[in-house]
Structures are given as C-alpha cells and as structure tokens.
C-alpha cells in the first residue's frame, strides 16, 4: 500500500482507535482503488479517481456536505455517497484533533449525479437520529468591491483590479437608476477559481487598500442561485433590467408587444427593472431573443429568464471561512422549512435576482452606545428597504408605500402522515383607495409558525 495512503489513513486514530481506524480506511482504498492524502486541514480521497483521464468535472459536480458525525470518515461515507454515482473526490475536512470538522465536500463526475445527491442524501439518517445536510456547493468565484466612485467606466475597473488582484475575469457594473453616465458605486469582480477569488479577498479586505484614493469594501458575492433545467424550461416570465426610472408598465407591454401583440400577460415593475409575464413560455423567449439590447425611453435593456424562488425550504451550505469550526450548528431536520428562509435578501435584491454583498458579520452590524448620544423617535416607513432583514417586514414596508392597508396573516393547518402539525399563511392585502382585495398562499408547509409568515411574505412579495 502506498505510503501517503497509510499515513492519510492513520491521521485520524486518536478518535477511534488508531488500529480500528487506519483498518478501515486501508480496506476502503484498496476496495476502491482510490488515493488518499491528508493536507492542508482536508483529507482527500480520490481526484481524480483511478483510471480517470481528461480534465476534472466542470462545476456544479460539486456537493457540500454538511452535518457529519465527528467520528464519521470515508469508510462510511464513500458508501453512502456512491449511492448517487461515480464519486471523483471527496474532501473531508479535519481537524488537528483526529475527528472531522463536521462537513465535506463530493465531487461526482456528471452535474446530474449531483443533483440525485441532493434529492436522495439531504436529510438522509446516516447514523439513528443523526441527519445529513447536502445542497450544492457554493464554488464561489465573485467579490463584491463596494465604495468605488461613481464616475468609473466599467474598462477603468476592470484594469484597476486586474492591476492590483490575478485572476480576474470580467467586471459587472450598473448604471445609476437615475443617471445612466454613472455606476451605482460598486461591481462585481469574477475570478478564474473560487482560490484566485479568496485570495483577492485576503488582499483587499484589511480596509487600508485603496482605489483610486478611495477606501473600498470588499466582500463574496452572493452566488447565483442555481435553477434545475427542467424549472427553467417552463419559465415563462422575463426579468428586465436597466429600465429608466420613468418608464412606465404600460410603455414595457406595448414595447415588448409589438412584434406579436396580445402575447404579454401583465408587467410588474420596481424602480428600475421589471418582470414580464407572458402568456406562452415560446413567446418570452422569441421576446427575449428580439428585446434584449434594445432601447426603451433612451436606456439600453438586459432581458433574461426570471430565476424562480425555490419555496421548497432546501438545506444551504453555510458561508465556509479559515475559521469556521464553530459556525456547522445546523438546525435540526424537523426545521426544514425555515432553513432556507433565515435572513432574507433586501426587497429589491430578492425580486431582482441579481448579486448582492453577503450580510455582514454581526459584529459589523452593532455600534457602541455611549451616554449623552441622542436618540430621535423614527417611523419604520422613514428608513429604506435595506434596513429590514426579514420578508415580513418588507411587505409592511412595501404596502406602506404603495398606500395598501398593512398585510393581514390569517394561519392554517394541517397533520402530516407521521402526524407532525404543519402550517401555512394566507396573506390578505386590501387596497386603501378602491376597497379591493388580493389575496396569497404558498404551495409549501412549514413546522413552525415563524418559517409560515416569512414564506408567505416572500411568495406574495414574488407575486404583486
């Protein structure tokens, strides 16, 4: 057996005992005929896995894994893992300890191996009463490089980073609603590798490094949500972007009803980007194929399928850092539903579909209060939709300012087959000028009464 194998395998026998361990391994390698080599914190078995020739799988092969035992190694979870297809690597995090950090990452060799993991292993009883947790990996690749000045042409970025960080890409800005000559004052930055990414990051996160003489902020973008192909193939709605903050619903529909009238359902927009709802999913896309750059009152547009929201409350990997031994308390498999749900982008983020800076530490979210600083009573209504973290709050916000009555909740239940109480919103909103009513309900349950109201304020926030 080779050498790196048998020290891989033995790197863990303060926690079992070290015979019993460095057995098990040493029986799954040579069952398998896989590598395994301990480094860097990680223990990596495969990559690429024996026989395998040609480049490593593309992205979105890769699983996160999250909830492990801490006496659980490869020997019990190739297993399991194998389950859902051919597995090019695993990547068991450790610790100095012996025992793992509590999550993994598996590589598969095909992205529809991936995506059975996710179906067939999330949530899955790996032990009695011990549950994993398995959703995509999050491979990020994109900073978010905030406080840059407004002035800044998207080239000038793009050679300003390239100067200062390697790797990069492409630069994503965007115009000012109100002043297209100008950016919003940040961009997105994307790297060739999520390493190239973090290492950009450590560069120019102390908060001395400086741009053009400006001190900017650094921080992961939000990863794009990733859609299934068979969601995305019955899509029939079209996000629109770069609108002009004038341009009205009804200039949109007729302009995207031109070259086939009747085919636009209705349109909703906010602020300066919309979504179209078509009739036929055909229709959105010969739409998007003749709209996207065109002009509509003097703005060139961007026109692409709407990402829809994943309402099935999906386990999600937890943001992964040099220090994050502690963070892996995941909440128990009976939270399902509220795992996903949690803290919510802004309105204008969520319903965008766009890139966003990570929430921030909660340490970079509390100040001092020293006494003598004055405080002045405010309305909620006074501050802007990015002071509000949760769905619920948004939608007061949001009816507030579209002069609506404040949602009504009205609670619903139902038992599930084990017998377990499941709950469920319907979101009543009454106009304030003619007395009209809509009203919402998602197609998804939940366990507890928190993760019902903030579902049901997100669905009927996708929904107005």
């Known amino acids: 057996m080779h050498e790196e194998n048998k020290a891989a395998a033995n790197g863990c026998g303060k926690v079992r005992s070290g015979t019993q361990n460095e057995a098990a391994l040493l029986a799954l390698i040579e069952k398998t005929g896989y590598s395994m ?191 299934d192909e068979e969601t995305m193939q019955r899509v029939k709605v079209l996000y629109v972007r770069n609108l002009m903050i004038s341009t009205t619903e009804d200039t949109i529909k007729a302009e995207f009803s031109k070259f086939k009238p009747g085919i636009v359902e209705r ?44 309402r099935e409350g999906t386990w999600k990997q937890p943001q992964i850092g040099p220090s994050s031994e502690n963070l892996l308390g995941f909440p128990k498999k009976d939270d399902s539903h509220q795992k996903s749900l949690g803290k919510p982008a802004s309105l204008s983020v969520r319903l965008n579909r766009q890139h966003s800076p990570s929430p921030p530490e909660v340490e970079r979210c509390t100040y001092p209060f020293f006494p003598g600083i004055k405080l002045t009573p405010i309305s909620m209504y006074s501050l802007k939709s990015s002071h509000f973290s949760s769905a619920a709050m948004h939608l007061d916000y949001f009816c507030n300012k579209n002069n609506w009555a404040p949602p009504e909740y009205y609670l619903h239940s139902t038992t599930s087959q084990d017998g377990k109480v499941l709950l469920v919103y319907k979101v009543v909103i009454r106009s304030i000028a003619d007395g009209s009513q809509s009203c919402f309900m998602p197609d998804k349950l939940c366990a507890t009464v928190e993760g019902a109201k903030e579902l049901a304020a997100q669905f009927t926030l996708l929904h107005l």
């Open 267 to 310: 349109v909703k927009k906010l602020r300066d980007y919309a979504f179209v709802h078509f009739f036929h999913r055909e229709d959105a896309i010969a739409a998007m194929s003749v709209m996207n750059g065109k002009c509509i009152d003097g703005a060139s547009i961007e026109v692409t399928l709407a990402k829809p929201v994943n």
């Open 37 to 227: 080599i301990q480094e860097n914190g990680q223990r990596r078995f495969g990559g690429p896995p024996p026989g395998w020739e040609g480049p490593p799988p593309p992205r979105g092969c890769e699983v996160f894994v999250g909830k492990i035992p801490r006496d659980m190694y490869e020997d019990e979870l190739v297993p399991v893992f194998e389950r859902a297809g051919k597995i090019y690597e695993l990547r068991l995090m450790m610790e100095f300890s012996g025992e793992n950090r509590g999550y993994a990452f598996v590589m598969y060799t095909t992205k529809e191996e991936a995506q059975l993991a996710i179906k067939i292993l999330n949530n899955y009883e790996v032990r009695p009463g011990k549950f994993i947790g398995v959703c995509v990996s999050l491979d990020n690749c994109r900073l978010f490089i905030g406080a840059i000045p407004k002035v800044k042409k998207k080239e000038e970025i793009l050679n300003e980073m390239k100067k200062v960080t390697e790797g990069v890409v492409d630069v994503i800005v965007y115009p000012n609603a109100t002043d297209k000559t100008k950016n919003r004052g940040f961009a997105f930055v994307e790297y060739e590798s999520h390493r190239a990414a973090a290492m950009a990051r450590r560069r120019l996160i102390p908060g001395t490094f400086q741009l053009w003489g400006h001190t900017v902020q650094v921080n992961w973008a939000d990863p794009e949500k990733e859609v």
